[in-house]
């Protein structure tokens, strides 16, 4: 046997084996993007990346030898990171090149599909300005000029940023344990960008600038409709809500995460976790004293927001405060309306939709919401969910005036309740709305935030792996893209859950079950990711975090974890 292995020389060729079964040959260092060519109008969105070898990867790698490859395309999660950070790149490039002496700062993102811009050191754009920055956009894409990848010393990149006035990105920069960092070069212009990029202009043909509130929208597709751009509908609460936040985070001293990262290694860890959960709780206050004050023509509080966003941490301080003032709410469980699981809607898959609308018995809880809201007593329902079955409840009758609180991912559906009850309800739309940015182009998603969150809490109160929670997590997101975000506007109040501080409570916790992730798995690419993420972020103990604070939550020793109201019922 020995005798049939021999040293040979390498071939020309590499041959790469697709998802489907097919193989196809190459010339030995080709570009993964090249052997996708052959499936040119296969595809069911444009391709922006691939997986080789169980890795993300960017178009230009080299395939030197044979390997197993998938097309990332713009419909997939890390499709659309892709194309959405190279648009922004675009974006950057091209500000650069006609308002040079103005600062843009990519900020939030939008439901629609889109990033809100802001600028400093000039006013707001004009709107022939604006079309001017979209021509010019287009006439790059047009062009179809590279994105030069370079790795550079550390030294020489935080050298390249002081000389550009990027002071963020030197307070960012000046954190980093590695001793290099990779550029983007666009014509004579560089940059960091936290990710892989397309190889070039001529990939982001899908994109719009619209002006909005002293700034504007780059606008990208969503992921459903990988080409196409959704209509920009207005989003005043929202938009109120992130520059409540941007406000907040002047006041800390803290825009970006150089300078969290400044301030936690200068000691100043307890002052901005104080003023952190001092804005929360102002904030709830605030709320909890606007139901107070017009608590005659309310009966109801709804509240809603994504997964871990915190709403049980908010429901229940809202609740201490309303106590404080003279208010004793009655907590209504939305689960238990859920109909006979042989009646639940199933979803595209067949299977059980136990997020949809119409998984509740909507005609009984508006039988039960408008008796009790008439002082009248109701025997509540019980869902087990064992059996899958209702079973008879509590018998409830309320004191005259006292509020509903009914919590779910439904709450600003205007299909949830009648409309007779809906005009005496209050709406909170809860959730991680905006974080700080690693710098001014470097977006911190929310999602991702959550995400983390999650992943602590889901290993710490249920037993899952990290790997467990990612798998689940685009299902989830899916649930709230059709029964959460499209409803957002409803809401009377808005309570951004994100604190300045979390990621680094976090981050410990965090990375040793990222790290559990098992390789060659899907899951594993995107806890690589979230650890290159974190790495940005110094790392605080959560000893300091207040007992009340909803990262408590998620990290474990919440104060509020068994808080029970006191449910005023009568037995008959």
């Given at each position: 046997m020995t005798d049939s292995v021999k040293e040979v020389s390498p071939r020309p060729d590499v041959e790469v084996h697709l998802p489907d079964g097919r193989v196809l040959s190459g010339p030995r260092g080709a570009c993964v993007g090249d052997f996708f060519a052959h499936l040119?109008?296969?595809?069911?969105?444009?391709?922006?990346?691939?997986?080789?070898?169980?890795?993300?990867?960017?178009?230009?790698?080299?395939?030197?030898?044979?390997?197993?490859?998938?097309?990332?395309?713009?419909?997939?999660?890390?499709?659309?990171?892709?194309?959405?950070?190279?648009?922004?790149?675009?974006?950057?490039?091209?500000?650069?090149?006609?308002?040079?002496?103005?600062?843009?700062t990519i900020d939030h993102s939008v439901a629609s599909g889109g990033y809100y811009c802001q600028l400093a050191g000039?006013?707001?754009?004009?709107?022939?300005?604006?079309?001017?920055?979209?021509?010019?956009?287009?006439?790059?894409?047009?062009?179809?000029?590279?994105?030069?990848?370079?790795?550079?010393?550390?030294?020489?990149?935080?050298?390249?940023?002081?000389?550009?006035?990027?002071?963020?990105?030197?307070?960012?920069?000046?954190?980093?344990?590695?001793?290099y960092l990779t550029l983007y070069r666009l014509g004579e212009r560089m940059d960091y960008h936290h990710g892989y990029m397309v190889p070039s202009t001529g990939y982001l043909r899908y994109f719009d600038l619209a002006p909005i509130n002293g700034g504007f929208t780059l606008r990208f597709p969503r992921r459903h409709m990988a080409t196409d751009l959704l209509p920009l509908p207005d989003y005043p609460k929202l938009l109120k809500t992130f520059r409540q936040y941007g406000d907040w985070l002047s006041r800390l001293g803290i825009d970006n995460v150089g300078a969290l990262n400044d301030a936690i290694q200068g000691g100043r860890t307890h002052e901005v976790v104080l003023v952190s959960e001092a804005l929360h709780e102002q904030n709830v206050a605030q709320t909890a004293e606007h139901i107070a004050n017009h608590r005659k023509e309310l009966r109801l509080i709804l509240i809603a927001g994504p997964s871990s966003s915190g709403k049980t941490t908010f429901s229940r301080r809202l609740t201490v405060q309303l106590l404080a003032l003279g208010i004793s709410p009655f907590p209504l469980e939305l689960d238990n309306y859920f109909v006979d699981r042989d009646l639940t809607p199933r979803d595209e898959n067949g299977q059980f939709d136990y997020e949809a609308l119409h998984a509740l018995d909507l005609d009984l809880l508006a039988e039960h919401l408008q008796q009790l809201v008439d002082g009248r007593l109701v025997k509540l329902p019980k869902y087990n969910f064992k059996t899958g079955m209702r079973e008879p409840g509590d018998e409830i009758q309320l004191r005259p005036g006292q509020l509903i609180i009914l919590e779910g991912i439904h709450g600003l559906n205007p299909g949830l309740i009648p409309d007779k009850l809906s005009r005496r309800a209050f709406r909170i739309y809860i959730s991680a709305l905006t974080q700080i940015n690693l710098d001014r182009h470097n977006r911190v998603s929310t999602t991702d935030t959550r995400l983390v969150r999650r992943i602590v809490r889901d290993a710490r109160e249920r037993g899952y792996t990290a790997q467990q929670t990612i798998s689940r997590w685009e299902s989830v997101r899916?649930?709230?893209?059709?029964?959460?975000?499209?409803?957002?506007?409803?809401?009377?109040?808005?309570?951004?859950?994100?604190?300045?501080?979390?990621?680094?409570?976090?981050?410990?916790?965090?990375?040793?079950?990222?790290?559990?992730?098992?390789?060659?798995?899907?899951?594993?690419?995107?806890?690589?990711?979230?650890?290159?993420?974190?790495?940005?972020?110094?790392?605080?103990?959560?000893?300091?975090?207040?007992?009340t604070s909803i990262v408590r939550e998620f990290v474990g020793g919440s104060i509020l974890k068994d808080f029970k109201l006191w449910k005023d019922k009568t037995a008959r």
């Open positions: 040119a109008g296969e595809l069911p969105a444009p391709v922006v990346g691939a997986i080789v070898n169980s890795d993300l990867r960017e178009l230009t790698y080299p395939i030197k030898m044979d390997s197993r490859i998938r097309p990332v395309v713009m419909s997939d999660p890390d499709g659309a990171r892709i194309y959405r950070r190279s648009l922004t790149f675009l974006l950057e490039m091209a500000f650069a090149d006609l308002f040079p002496e103005a600062k843009l000039r006013g707001p754009l004009s709107r022939e300005e604006l079309k001017r920055l979209q021509a010019h956009m287009q006439e790059l894409v047009e062009a179809d000029k590279p994105f030069e990848r370079l790795e550079l010393p550390l030294s020489e990149a935080i050298a390249y940023f002081e000389q550009h006035g990027y002071d963020d990105k030197v307070h960012l920069l000046n954190h980093r344990r590695k001793d899916r649930g709230e893209k059709r029964h959460i975000f499209p409803y957002q506007e409803n809401a009377d109040v808005m309570f951004n859950s994100a604190l300045v501080y979390e990621l680094s409570a976090l981050k410990p916790l965090a990375e040793p079950l990222l790290r559990q992730v098992p390789y060659g798995t899907p899951e594993h690419i995107e806890a690589k990711r979230l650890l290159a993420f974190l790495e940005w972020f110094l790392s605080i103990e959560k000893d300091i975090i207040p007992e």
